[in-house]
């Protein structure tokens, strides 16, 4: 991609000089080029090089290397200084001195700034022993945007000053047109310097274009005009007359200068936003071509503060970081200018602030990251306790419909019972047969256990009486205690209750104490009003932690959330009531 300058108003004015004068001097090419494709000037050039070396012609071979650098070639260094050598051999002082201005405006395309500095001088010396007051002042001219361009504004205006004095009592096309630029030059100088009235230079320029055809120039003096109303600090008016220059332009360049003071201006009004507009076409055109004129320094020092505002700390160290680089570059090829510069923010304070915003960004991540981390186990958390609600509400739900069918027991426990007690034929609904006469159907799979079956009978009958007369709410009732109670050991025992049961001991003497808890709370209001350690006690758990754990192991949940939701639960006993009838009924 061919890389864009992007230079003050006059230079971009001075690079396109030389194609004019050219024409002025007159032109070095046939008239019948022009129709020629580049391909076909080229071959035309080359030709023109190869038989003005053979025939030693170096006037036509001067001619020629010029044609070529004005071709734009990829090697036009190589061309021009060829063109110097052959302009020393006619040792002709103007010649020599034009070919010092190519080279110096080759060195200015490659922003080799001191190498283009010894090229003008030369240009200047050699140009100096001619007559020729329009070539000297034209070399005076180049030479002092140099230095202005390197920060030299003494030694420009100097060299400015007396030039365009020279250039304006010559009275031709191309006299005219060096003295625009370097009105031009002299304004900007003077924007540094402030030695004299910018406002009377703008007219004095104004003036001149106008008196002398050159109204493709206004532009410039408008936007010249405008900045200057930024120093006076009347921005309105600055934004005013540089948004009317940038409408007023014909040629293709960017005009960044005039971006610039359009974003000053919005910025000393407080409009950053609109500033950033402008600061952000800066920013875009030095990431495209990595150059970027010294006086946009200030453009990434208000990027800094505008992301500094916005609290983006991301890009805030972005700019400061592509600030120090831009630094880099300013002190190796603007050691004048950059020293002299002034930086709000320096070298040393750029790097503080470049270690604090990483450091702040480095936290940030951090807190960011736990932030997330504490956000997500909060979520997940609230995700948890509210299945664990429904799944709870809804466990509940179920154990409460269980708990209203189940039908009551008429052998409870006096003292536990109210004194209008809910009345019906009670029995176990949680297998508990206490009312049945029924003896259990044994025989059919006496044999699968290898046990004595008479045996088996009688362990069975003991068990049936085990649990009629509520044997099991005895605290230290074990396997032991009941295999003896039962005529047999321990082992047959478990056996028989593995097998007939579908339980070991342990499970089966605790769902005995839950059902007949269960049964308690559904015949006695008097028994829900009771504390856990109380009914743990009644129903033979050693404490109410055991009681607690063995009843959420079977109902799924705890059994003082069980007995809150009863005791909260207003239609508890018109429920038992309308399940007692329907009993009944059946």
């Known amino acids: 991609m061919k890389k864009i300058y992007f230079l003050p108003l006059f230079q971009l004015c001075l690079i396109l000089s030389i194609f004019c004068s050219s024409l002025i001097r007159g032109q070095k090419m046939e008239k019948a080029k022009d129709s020629l494709s580049d391909e076909e000037k080229w071959k035309k050039i080359s030709l023109q090089i190869k038989n003005s070396k053979k025939n030693k012609e170096f006037k036509k071979l001067y001619d020629a290397y010029e044609n070529a650098a004005l071709m734009g070639a990829k090697n036009q260094k190589n061309y021009l200084d060829s063109l110097l050598i052959t302009a020393k051999e006619l040792k002709d002082d103007k010649l020599i001195g034009e070919a010092y201005m190519w080279l110096g405006m080759n060195g200015e395309s490659i922003e080799n700034y001191p190498e283009a500095l010894d090229n003008y001088i030369n240009a200047y010396s050699m140009l100096s022993k001619t ?43 191309e006299s005219h047109l060096y003295f625009t630029y370097g009105q031009l030059a002299l304004i900007e100088t003077n924007w540094y310097l402030k030695r004299d009235n910018n406002s009377a230079l703008v007219k004095e320029g104004m003036d001149f274009i106008k008196n002398t055809n050159q109204s493709g120039y206004y532009p410039y003096f408008l936007a010249a005009e405008g900045v200057d109303e930024y120093y006076n600090k009347n921005y309105s008016e600055a934004i005013r007359k540089i948004t009317s220059a940038e409408k007023l332009y014909t040629d293709q360049f960017q005009h960044l200068t005039d971006k610039l003071y359009l974003a000053l201006s919005y910025w000393e009004q ?36 505008y992301y500094e505002k916005t609290g983006d700390k991301d890009k805030e160290l972005e700019y400061v970081k592509k600030l120090l680089s831009i630094d880099a570059k300013y002190e190796k090829d603007y050691k004048l200018l950059f020293s002299t510069m002034h930086k709000e923010f ?24 736990i932030s997330i981390a504490i956000g997500i186990g909060l979520i997940i958390f609230l995700i948890s306790i509210i299945y664990k609600g429904i799944k709870k509400r809804n466990k509940y739900q179920k154990l409460y419909k269980e708990f209203i069918s189940i039908k009551s027991s008429e052998d409870l426990d006096e003292e536990l019972l109210d004194e209008d007690p809910v009345t019906a034929e009670f029995i176990d609904a949680y297998d508990i047969d206490s009312d049945s006469d029924t003896e259990p159907d044994i025989l059919d799979d006496i044999d699968d256990i290898d046990i004595n079956p008479k045996l088996v009978e009688n362990v069975l009958k003991e068990l049936d009486l085990f649990e009629k007369n509520k044997d099991f709410l005895k605290k230290k009732v074990n396997l032991e205690s009941l295999s003896l109670q039962c005529g047999t050991n321990t082992a047959y025992l478990s056996k028989i209750i593995n097998h007939y049961k579908k339980q070991n001991f342990k499970t089966y003497l605790n769902d005995l104490r839950l059902n007949y808890v269960m049964n308690l709370w559904r015949g006695s209001k008097k028994s829900r009003r009771y504390s856990i350690q109380d009914i743990a006690s009644k129903a033979g758990f050693s404490n109410s932690q055991s009681f607690s754990k063995k ?36």
């Not at 450091?359 to 960011?368: F, L, M, P, V």
């Not at 705890?558 to 809150?564: D, G, R």
């Not at 038992?576 to 059946?586: G, R, Y």
């Open 270 to 305: 407080g409009n950053t936003k609109q500033a950033y507009t402008f600061l952000q076409q800066i920013d875009d055109a030095y990431d495209k071509t990595g150059k970027i004129d010294p006086k946009f320094r200030s453009a990434f020092e208000m990027l800094i503060k």
């Open 346 to 369: 320096d070298n040393k304070k750029l790097i503080e602030t470049k270690t604090i915003l990483e450091n702040k960004i480095k936290k940030g991540k951090i807190i960011y990251k």
């Open 131 to 173: 007559n020729n007051q329009l070539a000297i002042n034209k070399s005076i001219t180049f030479l002092a945007r140099v230095k202005l361009y390197m920060g030299d504004y003494d030694g420009a205006y100097n060299l400015l000053k007396p030039a365009l004095k020279n250039l304006k009592s010559i009275n031709t096309e």
């Open 551 to 586: 009843f959420q192991e079977k109902f799924g949940v705890s059994p003082s959330f069980f007995l809150k939701k009863l005791n909260s639960n207003k239609e508890l006993e018109s429920d038992i009531i309308a399940t007692d009838n329907e009993l009944k009924n059946d």
